[in-house]
């Protein structure tokens, strides 16, 4: 029997979709067919509060990997070849530390990268990884970049087997307003650039010995890219602490903001201004966490409307129904439209 769905899992805004098929629309390539073999439904490109799962997104990725013969997707005028980041992943092995292996990496990208260029600079104790556009920056490179370093960081933290603490970000202007939630994500404030990407971290942290092995990193490749969407996404955060309580309640009355407090041990009061620092409300998070689960639930077939509705605490279909369409823009059925026609 599967394992049911992992609800503490965020999803994903359905901007992200529309910029990483931006390669694909330049090369005319069937943009319809491969969503739905992602199980997407094309309906929701026309909302902007859609969301899609962490492995739809995967499978749209690892369609246009196909498709494109491009490990970024026709983001960049220059492919990137198949193979490129399972060979810089075992060359990475190859470093003692963090930073050796970060080294060889970007080494390994420089060479085969006509577009970007990666490097990692210490300095002042600070470490800086960065990627800079060889070219005029556009929407679909920006993304490219943004994903490069993304990546890159959950790669990072993969080899040391921890979350690195992140000082900063920085995105190309021309995405850095799409997407707003970067720093909530990362845990890190997010500074504009007018064509570079990057984030900075304690130059401490490249000293960390390199833990991962060759048996390792094969698991790891079958779950690529999947396993660096929101893996490492801050976990002790106040918001992901509260989303791991009521997950548990989901089915029936979610617990007071009274009743969290006391959990975690901490005031209300203090739990309110905790909660502010993260920009966040009680309300905005529960509502968040039944979103995510109500669309983990639709990728489910055999489980039909009213039983998602029942299993997310409302007493009937039609007030699931309608909340749904307030979440994301489009009903439950159309949504759940694509999973069923998927081949």
Not at 187 to 195: C, K
Request: aromatic share 8%; proline share 6%.
């Amino acid at each position: 029997m599967a394992a049911p769905p992992d609800f503490t899992q965020h999803t994903i805004s359905i901007v992200h979709v529309h910029r990483v098929l931006l390669g694909a629309r330049r090369r005319a390539v069937d943009v319809d067919g491969l969503l739905a073999c992602a199980g997407i439904s094309s309906a929701l490109l026309g909302s902007p509060l859609s969301r899609v799962t962490r492995d739809q997104y995967a499978r749209l990725l690892g369609g246009l990997r196909h498709t494109l013969r491009d490990e970024l997707w026709g983001l960049c005028p220059t492919p990137l070849p198949l193979g490129s980041f399972a060979l810089g992943c075992r060359l990475m092995l190859g470093g003692r530390t963090l930073g050796a292996a970060l080294a060889l990496g970007l080494r390994h990208y420089r060479l085969l990268l006509r577009d970007l260029v990666p490097r990692l600079v210490v300095q002042d104790g600070v470490a800086h990884l960065s990627v800079a556009p060889r070219v005029p920056v556009d929407l679909a490179l920006a993304y490219a970049q943004r994903t490069f370093i993304f990546f890159t960081y959950g790669l990072a933290s993969w080899l040391v087997a921890r979350r690195l603490p992140l000082l900063g970000l920085e995105y190309p202007a021309v995405v850095a307003a799409e997407f707003p939630d970067a720093g909530e994500v990362l845990r890190a404030p997010v500074r504009e650039t007018r064509g570079g990407a990057g984030w900075y971290v304690d130059a401490r942290w490249l000293e960390l010995p390199v833990v991962q092995t060759v048996e390792s990193l094969t698991e790891f490749l079958l779950h690529a890219p999947a396993n660096l969407l929101v893996r490492y996404r801050e976990s002790s955060s106040i918001t992901e602490r509260i989303r791991r309580i009521l997950r548990g309640h989901l089915a029936g009355k979610m617990p007071s903001l009274e009743d969290i407090g006391r959990e975690l041990a901490m005031t209300p009061q203090t739990l309110r201004r905790r909660l502010h620092e993260e920009g966040r409300g009680y309300r905005s998070i529960k509502e968040a966490l039944r979103r995510d689960a109500a669309i983990e639930y639709l990728a489910r077939p055999e489980l039909a409307l009213p039983e998602i509705a029942e299993r997310l605490g409302f007493s009937e279909s039609s007030t699931f129904q309608r909340a749904f369409k307030q979440w994301t823009g489009v009903a439950p059925g159309e949504y759940r439209q694509a999973h069923i026609a998927r081949p």
